[in-house]
């Protein structure tokens, strides 16, 4: 039996008009890594998403400036490795200035 | 005298009490060792405030302040400073802002203008062209910001005049009242506005045709231009500030758990969309704006055509406003928010501290310390538009809860008693920002406890664009720890090292007389303290590196902590507000608290020289800075420890 778990994507500009919200409720299955979590969504999304949020064309590196958070801890470099869990919080954001 | 490029190379000295007015020729040795602006500032008043002097008082002085950089093609340049002691604090304050007023006041022959005493009756002061004038304020006095700013421009024909005034907050003494100037812009932090009113200054008024002159003009032009296309490089800033403002900040911040939420309550809004930038730019924005010689152009024009919270074209509003009257009052609605800042503007209020002590209000209310026979009757419920807009109302015209709430949260907790001290947050009186330090990165607490006037997340530099951003402010090759340690890492990582070095290239903004904004990114894209001090020796003619250029910094926030010291400020005083040692509660960030700020205090103080059991600077590290002078004035005070 196929166990889901529920995680909230926050997005900051531009993918808020990519995807046209700032954050959505996503299930995923019970062990999926943050990268396939990143997949899954470039799917929904297209190119835009894509081009905002992976270095190369095979998807599995995340570009520069590009951040991921998990639960506001920076793993952009360790998606791969990184299983999500009920109630996660992921952030997908560039860095922003001032305030 | 000889020319003193960059400079105006006069200062303005206007007497209230004896309605008299000097033109000094500016101070090259305070020039040498401060450069100009805050640096010069926190010279004179070292020299001439007296110890324990109430800022309220005919014998504080109120310095209106513009650097080299001020009003040149040098990015950020629309900037000046207002420097005094601070009402609400009672220790340094500086409070930036924008617009048009510093660029002009060196166009009209000045670099500084120094208030002292107060007037018998209310004026307003007209600079123009290399002379001033102190005219009669009768019919201006009780007239807010807007008003005042219309009248004032035709009274003296000059529409291109740029106005810095009060408004009746400012007039009622209210401890964070702002200094208004071009309208909307503020300088807002530590109550200047309050200080203006005690001395029954309405205005200052001021424009001029007298350009600046430039020592190399192709060199500067050069530099200005390397400084311009590293900023065209600047990502956040095209996907973030220039499109949406500062509240472009909103959702990122919300999705790492650091937006002040329900006062300190938690880092997390799930309704922080609705107030965010990306839903302004979609309803209520009508332009953007952008203060004098400005490429970024962060500020926001708005308006609410109908509806209950009905309010006219006008400028904000930023980050911080619509955190600390939105979030921090667990309130979303955004109509309701531009009015708040409307009015704040018009009666002249810090939005900062107005939305703390709001948020407080609630918070004492929810709790029981305040009831309906405080306030009034007034139900004070988190998320109420109506009775945040009620007291912004109140607290400017000082009207029932609003007379206390005026005061500020530390001494209106230390009023209401029963334990409201542990609830307010503050450091050294002065209200926390829109920062939460607990789901920001843990040297914005060491910031908030550290900065000279305060709970401050922009004096003298905001150290989250380090470990939260990941920028470097082209500081590695001064010894910026790289990379930067996690955000959440306390000690043992560096970060009393980073958060000098980083209030170290801040300063450069404030003694050079520019914004702050330009200085935040990577080598490539930011203004570096390199071509910082690339333009400035081009613009003076006078060579300085950028190590120099940090060491004079240094040299001013000794000053500035020296000034403090004086007030009899020590360690006990470099703190942070006690929810902020409890865990979040919800969100990205729950369970994370600051857990050892003694450690980072340490690491800071070893840092900076200072000596770690009272926080002050030793005699060893001021006179390496050539401060003799100061070390030998604090080691003759009875009060103050022994260095």
Redesign the interface.
Known sequence: MITLVKVTVHYGHPLTEITGKAREDVTVKKGSTVLSLLKNLATKYGDAFKDQVFLNYGRDQVKEGTIISLNAKYISNETENIKVEDNDFIGIFRAVGGG | MKQLFGYAGKVLRVNLTKKKILKQPLREDIIDKYVGCVGYAARVLWEELKPGIDPLGPGNKLIFATGPLTGTLCPGSGSHEICTKSPLTGAWAESRSGGFFGPKLKFAGFDFVILEGRAEKPVYLWVHDGEAEIRDAKELWGKTVHETTDVVLEEIGDPEASVACIGPAGEKLVRFATVMNDKDRAAARCGPGAVMGSKKIKAVVTNGIQGISVAHPEEFYEAVIEAEEALKK????V???I??G?I??V????????LPTKYGYTGYFEN??KF???TLAKTFLVKRRACFGCSMG?GRYTEVKSGPWATPPHEGP???TVVMLGSLCLHDNLEAIIRANYLCNSYGLDTISAGNAIAFAMECYDKGLLTTADTGGLELRWGDSATIINLIEKIAKREGIGDLLAEGVRRAAAKIGKGAEELALHVKGLEMP??EPR?EAKSTALLYATSPRGAC?MHPY?TG?WDF???TGGLIEHGLPWPPP???AETGVGKGLGVKLLMLQGIIQETTGVC??PA??KEEDCITPKRYARMLSALTGREINQFELMKISERVINLEKCFNVREGLTRKDDTIPEKMKEPIAT????G?AVTNLDGMLDEYYEACGWDKKTSIPTREKLEELGLKDVADELAGMAKTPKI
Not at chain 2, 234 to 237: D, F
């Open positions: 600047n990502m956040p800033n996907h973030t500030i499109p949406f500062t472009g900040l959702n990122v911040y919300n999705s790492q758990g650091a922080a969309e965010s930038g990306e962060c930023e980050y911080e829109a920062h789901g997340h905001w664009s951003n990941q920028w996690d955000k959440f702050r904004f935040f990114g969100g990205p960030t729950k994370q």
